[in-house]
């Protein structure tokens, strides 16, 4: 099955930098990659998400680039702010099936 | 409120009671997932529907997990004879049929057996 690797675990920035969270997955089959946020007592919320037949994909702060060949794939926030800081998790789903795997999280602390 | 909704928020049980946990899907979807998180993970699948049918429960934890979708509404999840380590945070997300599959989650159902 799938296998999704998530890093950096915890990830600390000062307000206006930016932030970069990867992942990598196993099944060359996956062809779609959503990212969530996750805040304390909160479900998981899409932020962004990117088939396998576009490289980069980007909306307002945020993007996501993806390296088939190399099966990798990452979350981009730029210019953050306080509001950032949550649980982001990527999630890799195969062609054919609608069950994605998901990493296990990075958790982004933006410092004001 | 369109989203998704779970109820209860919270539940509180004895090891070896059964608990129930109930999910409303956002309404023009069909499919209907529902997922355990444990602290410091990410969601991991248990099973889901598509209408009334279940289509996928071999991921279902043990024979004590079973899940329905009567009328391809709501679902229900229960768990029979709970154990200590079923306390975690049970989701569960609704997606249309067809597109990107995109999934949205409901706020989830925290579980803790004493």
């Known amino acids: 099955g799938e296998n999704v690797e998530q890093h950096p675990s915890t990830l600390s920035v000062q307000e206006g930098d930016s932030a970069v969270i990867k992942c990598t997955y196993s099944?060359?089959?996956?062809?779609?990659f959503p990212w969530y946020k996750q805040e304390l007592g909160k479900g998981p919320q899409l932020i962004i998400d990117?088939?396998?037949?576009?490289g980069e994909k980007k909306d307002q702060r945020i993007a996501v680039t993806l390296n088939k060949t190399a099966k990798h794939f990452s979350l981009h926030i730029t210019e953050t702010q306080p509001e950032d800081s949550a649980v982001y998790f990527c999630?890799?789903?195969?062609?054919?099936?609608?069950?994605?795997?998901f990493g296990r999280g990075t958790s982004l602390i933006v410092h004001p | 409120d369109t989203g998704v909704s779970q109820d209860p928020r919270h539940k509180i049980t004895k090891r070896g009671q059964n608990v129930t946990f109930r999910c409303d899907p956002i309404?023009?979807?069909?499919?209907l997932y529902w997922y355990r998180q444990t602290l410091g993970q990410g969601p991991e699948f248990l099973t889901y529907?598509?209408?009334?049918?279940?289509?996928?429960k071999s991921r279902l934890l043990s024979d004590r997990f079973s899940a329905e979708r009567p009328k391809g509404s709501f679902s229900t999840l229960e768990i029979q004879r709970t154990e200590q380590g079923d306390s975690a945070m049970y989701l569960c997300?609704?997606?249309?049929?067809?597109?990107?599959?995109?999934?949205?989650f409901g706020p989830g159902t925290r579980l803790t057996v004493l």
């Open positions: 997300a609704s997606s249309r049929a067809g597109g990107r599959n995109e999934q949205f």
């Open positions: 099944d060359s089959a996956s062809n779609y």
């Open positions: 990117i088939r396998s037949n576009v």
């Open positions: 999630a890799a789903t195969a062609g054919g099936s609608y069950i994605p795997t």
């Open positions: 309404s023009e979807h069909n499919r």
């Open positions: 529907f598509q209408n009334e049918a279940q289509l996928e």
